[in-house]
């Protein structure tokens, strides 16, 4: 089976960090994805991990502990325009199954 | 230039009027799937397809239908649509089925009256 969480919502301030987290439960898990995405508008991808350990790309950094089923995306020196829905995403088989996403409001 | 193309991208329709929404990608990718996007359900995995000819059910396949006969493209049929497939739909595509980036399509927001 599969099940994911992630928090509903989070609310951060400009300029700060912001760190979201993830856990999972999936049947032959391959990796997991973060994805982005805005109101009205198609997911893009942010970040892929395979194995365990931090991988850093520009601001957004991701996190994966396969042992406890657990990630986190890490946003740093937040902008406005990071105000989105952040999807966390599991390959498990032939399957990617996604959390319910969550909205992250930036205020200035 | 690299995408994903879905249309219509907004349509309206009435309760049992066939329906067709198509999909296409030009990445020459292996793996396709359809999503639905509902307020407070998140992305759910309604069909994907792993090659030409192989189509499989997802997380939630009932009344709808694909097939998958040219690689390129990976069209969603609803053959009687109903209220409660009033959604937001995402046609996706990677280039294999394991460990590969999916790309998104624009979205075809569907109203069933």
């Known amino acids: 089976g599969q099940n994911i969480d992630q928090p509903t919502e989070m609310t951060a301030t400009e300029g700060a960090i912001v760190q979201i987290n993830c856990t999972y439960q999936t049947s032959g898990f391959n990796g997991l994805f973060w994805y982005q995405q805005h109101a009205g508008e198609a997911p893009t991808f942010l970040s892929y991990n395979v194995l365990d350990g931090l991988e850093e790309k520009g601001r957004f950094s991701s996190f994966l502990s396969r042992s406890k089923g657990y990630s986190y995306l890490l946003l740093k020196e937040l902008q406005m325009k990071d105000s989105a829905s952040y999807l966390c995403a599991a390959w498990g088989y032939s399957t990617l199954t996604f959390g319910k996403g969550t909205m992250l409001l930036v205020s200035p | 230039e690299a995408q994903v193309t879905q249309n219509p991208r907004y349509l309206i329709t009435v309760t049992g009027k066939k329906l067709t929404v198509t999909c296409s990608q030009n990445?020459?990718?292996?793996?396709m799937s359809w999503y639905r996007q509902d307020p407070g359900l998140g992305l759910r995995q309604i069909y994907y397809s792993m090659n030409v000819e192989v189509t499989d059910k997802g997380d939630v396949p009932e009344g709808y239908k694909v097939s998958r006969k040219e690689k390129r493209n990976f069209p969603l049929i609803l053959e009687s649509p109903s209220p409660n497939q009033t959604s937001l739909y995402f046609c996706a595509s990677s280039l294999s089925s394991i460990q590969e980036t999916q790309y998104f399509g624009p979205g075809t927001r569907l109203l069933v009256l």
């Open positions: 990445m020459n990718h292996e793996y």
